[in-house]
């Protein structure tokens, strides 16, 4: 990858800084235009960095999916399984619900198929990180057959996206996450 010249790596910095605002003012269809006017640059500036919207909003949401992702590998040494998958999703859902847009860009991911996704893409890199954790829970009985990651990521999203106005989304989120686990967990006795 070639070195960026500094005015460009600035142009970069500010661009992702402004969408950052922007994206959490007005959701994930904020206007390429109006962020490239408030960060002081040409459209075409902004696709030269962003050739599309969908990796703008992986720009965005990058250190976010990041901890995320390192939060699975934390978890995946843990003795109870179940415990363990909870959790990482609770945390999934707690970003999804409150961190406007993330739930639309991981939809997008989700929508734009396999031959699409790349090893940079939100949804990607969350189905690379939760899968060791499906799959331990599923081998401990933990988990209904057959449930998949991209199973709950589509539950958590779906989630996320039903609870987007509510007033406190991130307990109505929680709730229904409660509830849907509840239903796809083989009956603890």
């Given at each position: 990858?070639?070195?960026?010249?500094?005015?460009?790596?600035?142009?970069?910095?500010?661009?992702?800084?402004?969408?950052?605002?922007?994206?959490?003012?007005?959701?994930?269809?904020?206007?390429?235009?109006?962020?490239?006017?408030?960060?002081?640059?040409?459209?075409a500036?902004?696709?030269?960095?962003?050739?599309?919207?969908?990796?703008?909003?992986?720009?965005?949401?990058?250190?976010r999916v990041?901890?995320?992702?390192?939060?699975?590998?934390?978890?995946?040494g843990?003795?109870?399984?179940?415990?363990?998958l909870l959790?990482?999703?609770?945390?999934?859902l707690?970003?999804?619900?409150t961190?406007?847009?993330?739930?639309?860009?991981?939809?997008?991911d989700?929508?734009a198929?396999?031959?699409?996704?790349?090893?940079?893409?939100?949804?990607?890199?969350?189905?690379e990180a939760?899968?060791?954790?499906?799959?331990?829970?599923?081998?401990?009985?933990?988990?209904?057959?057959?449930?998949?990651?991209?199973d709950?990521?589509?539950?958590?999203?779906?989630i996320?996206?039903?609870?987007?106005?509510h007033?406190?989304?991130?307990?109505?989120?929680?709730?229904?996450?409660?509830?849907?686990?509840?239903?796809?967990?083989?009956?603890?006795?």
């Amino acid at each position: 990858m070639p070195v960026q010249r500094a005015d460009a790596r600035r142009n970069y910095a500010r661009l992702l800084a402004v969408a950052k605002e922007a994206i959490a003012a007005e959701g994930p269809d904020a206007s390429l235009e109006q962020i490239a006017r408030t960060a002081g640059v040409g459209s075409a500036t902004v696709r030269r960095h962003f050739p599309d919207r969908q990796s703008l909003l992986e720009a965005v949401f990058r250190e976010r999916v990041e901890a995320l992702c390192a939060h699975a590998g934390e978890l995946t040494g843990r003795a109870d399984t179940r415990a363990a998958l909870l959790e990482w999703l609770s945390a999934v859902l707690a970003d999804a619900a409150t961190i406007r847009g993330l739930a639309t860009a991981l939809t997008r991911d989700r929508a734009a198929g396999p031959e699409a996704a790349h090893e940079h893409c939100c949804s990607a890199q969350l189905t690379e990180a939760g899968e060791p954790l499906v799959r331990r829970a599923a081998d401990d009985g933990a988990l209904a057959p057959g449930v998949t990651i991209g199973d709950l990521l589509a539950l958590i999203t779906g989630i996320a996206l039903a609870m987007e106005h509510h007033p406190d989304s991130a307990a109505g989120a929680q709730r229904l996450l409660g509830l849907s686990m509840a239903g796809i967990s083989p009956h603890q006795g």
